[in-house]
C-alpha cells in the first residue's frame, strides 16, 4: 500500500508545532516515547469484548495479560481495591458512571459549568443534563473557593441520588470528607472525578478522594501523563443500594454494576493497544522519576501564581494548590478569547475560559487557565516559570503591537530549544 504522505506530513507539523511552542494548557501533557509507541501496535486489531477471563471472542490470552497488567497497576496507583481501564475517554468513564449509579431522571448535583465543572456534571449539551435532572453548586464569589454550604443546602433541600465533585477549572483542593457527609445525611452517592489532578492526588500531594468518595474516575492523559483515555475505580467495593439483582438473585456490587455499565453499557471492543499504553504510563508513575514529576509541577504551579500576581494579575481564589490557575482579565482590559489568540500567535497555547460569575459568553470569556502540566514534563523549573510569564506578559501588554509579538514569538522558539521533545523521532 501506497504510505499516506499527506497524513503523515501533518503529523510531522504537528510534531513540529509541539517542539516550538509553549504548551500551557491544564488539560494536556506530553506522554513518555515508549506509552505513545504502545499506541501505534498490533493490539489495535483485537476484538475483546468482555473482561479478561470472560470475553466473547477467542484469541484473548495475550491482550489478557495487558489488561489486567494495567488493572493491576492502576489499582497499586491509588490503593484501590477495584479498577476499569476500558473507558475511551473521560466522558465514557463518566457516563458509565452514571448509568451505574442513578437512573434516567434522577436528581444528580454537580459544580456549575460556568463555575469551573465539567460538562459531564449535569450540563444541558451533555448527556448528562439531558438524560438525569442536574443541579448545581457554584464558588464564593469572595474567595473563588467552592461554597460547601450552597452544596449542602442544595442536596438537602433537593435530595440528588449523586453528589459529583471535581473540575476541569478549578485551582485549590477539595474538602471530600465534607462532602461525604453531607451525601450520607441524604443517601447520596458521592462520585469524585479527579480528571485534572489526578497525578497528584496519586503522589499523595493532594487530598486523597478515596476514603471519602464511593466512586472515582478520571482521564489517563492529564496530569496521569498516559495515553488519552478514562478510568473508573473503588477503594471500598460496596452493594447497591437501589437492589439491583444478578440473575441467581444476588445484589450486585458496585463494581459488578461498573463493569457492566462499561461493557455493555456504554462501550464495544476495548481498545486494547491503548490499554496498554495505559498499563506503560501506570508503571511510569509508580516510580521515584514520576514522584519529583509531581512535586515539580506544584512548584512550577506556585512559582507561576506568584509571577502573575507581581505583575498585578487577579487570580481566582488568589493562587493554587495544584498544577492550574485561572486568571481573571478584566482589570487588563482583556477578553479571554482575544488573550488566547494573541498569545497563540507567538506560539504560546492556553485556552480561554469562564471565570466565576462572568458576564461574558463561552465563547468570549473573561479568563484565561494556564496549566503547568506539559511544561514541566519538557523540564521547566521555577526559573522557567518567570520566563514564562514574562513573555505572556509582553504580548498580553502589547496586545495589537505585531512587532512585538513576533519577536516573543522568535523567543519561545530559542527558549523551548533548551527543552527537547521527543529527541528519538
Ligand atoms: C477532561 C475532563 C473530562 C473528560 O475527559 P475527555 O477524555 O476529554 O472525555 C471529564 N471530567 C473532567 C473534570 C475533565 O476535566
Known amino acids: ?42 493490539p489495535t486489531n ?18 489478557d495479560q495487558i489488561e489486567t497488567l494495567a488493572i493491576e ?13 476500558q473507558p475511551h475517554s473521560g466522558a465514557s468513564a463518566n457516563a458509565a458512571v452514571f448509568l451505574a449509579c442513578v437512573k434516567p431522571g434522577d436528581k444528580v448535583l454537580g459544580l456549575d459549568l460556568s463555575m469551573g465543572g465539567h460538562l459531564t456534571h449535569g450540563s444541558p449539551a451533555n448527556f448528562s443534563g439531558k438524560n438525569y435532572e442536574a443541579i448545581f453548586y457554584g464558588v464564593k464569589k469572595e474567595t473563588g ?13 433537593e435530595k440528588p441520588k449523586m453528589i459529583i465533585c471535581g473540575a476541569s477549572a478549578y485551582s485549590r483542593d477539595w474538602d471530600y470528607k465534607r462532602i461525604r457527609e453531607v451525601a450520607d445525611k441524604i443517601g447520596a452517592i458521592v462520585f469524585a472525578d479527579i480528571a485534572h ?40 467495593d460496596f452493594e447497591n443500594t437501589w437492589g439491583v439483582k444478578d440473575p441467581k438473585g444476588n445484589t450486585r456490587t458496585m463494581s459488578q454494576l461498573l463493569d457492566l455499565a462499561v461493557f455493555p453499557g456504554t462501550q464495544g471492543g476495548p481498545l486494547e493497544h491503548v490499554i496498554a499504553a495505559k498499563a506503560i504510563s501506570f508503571g511510569e508513575i509508580l516510580t521515584d522519576d514520576f514522584t519529583k514529576y509531581a512535586k515539580q509541577v506544584i512548584s512550577n504551579a506556585q512559582a507561576m501564581a506568584k509571577a502573575f500576581v507581581s505583575r498585578g494579575y487577579d487570580l481566582i481564589s488568589n493562587g493554587t494548590d495544584n ?20 498569545l497563540d500567535k507567538a506560539h504560546i497555547t492556553l485556552n480561554k475560559n469562564a471565570v466565576p460569575f462572568d458576564d461574558k459568553s463561552p465563547f468570549v470569556t473573561s479568563g484565561i487557565r494556564v496549566g503547568v502540566p506539559a511544561v514541566t514534563t519538557r523540564g521547566m523549573n521555577e526559573s522557567d516559570m518567570e520566563t514564562v510569564v514574562s513573555m505572556i506578559d509582553k504580548v498580553l501588554t502589547n496586545i495589537d503591537d505585531e512587532k512585538v509579538i513576533a519577536d516573543v514569538k522568535a523567543d519561545v522558539k530559542q527558549f523551548m530549544q533548551k527543552f527537547p521533545l521527543y529527541p528519538e523521532l
Open 145 to 157: 473557593l467552592v461554597d460547601y454550604d450552597q452544596l449542602e443546602e442544595k442536596a438537602l433541600k
Open 323 to 342: 498544577h492550574l490557575m485561572l486568571i481573571d482579565l478584566r482589570n487588563k482590559n482583556l477578553t479571554g478569547k482575544k488573550a488566547q489568540e494573541t
Open 73 to 85: 497497576r492502576l489499582k497499586k496507583v491509588f490503593n484501590a481495591s477495584w479498577a476499569n481501564v
Open 46 to 63: 483485537k476484538y475483546a469484548e468482555g473482561y479478561p477471563g470472560k470475553r466473547y471472542y477467542g484469541g484473548c490470552e495475550i491482550v
Open 197 to 236: 489532578p489526578a497525578g497528584l492526588i496519586a503522589k499523595g500531594l493532594l487530598n486523597d478522594p478515596f476514603d471519602h468518595c464511593h466512586v472515582i474516575s478520571s482521564t489517563t492523559h492529564k496530569t496521569l501523563r498516559g495515553p488519552r483515555g478514562g478510568i473508573i475505580m473503588l477503594r471500598h
Open 1 to 42: 500500500m501506497q504510505r499516506d504522505t499527506q497524513i503523515f506530513d501533518l503529523i510531522d507539523q504537528e510534531l513540529d508545532r509541539q517542539r516550538h511552542g509553549i504548551e500551557l494548557i491544564a488539560s494536556e501533557n506530553f506522554t513518555s516515547l515508549q506509552v505513545m509507541q504502545a499506541m501505534g501496535t498490533v
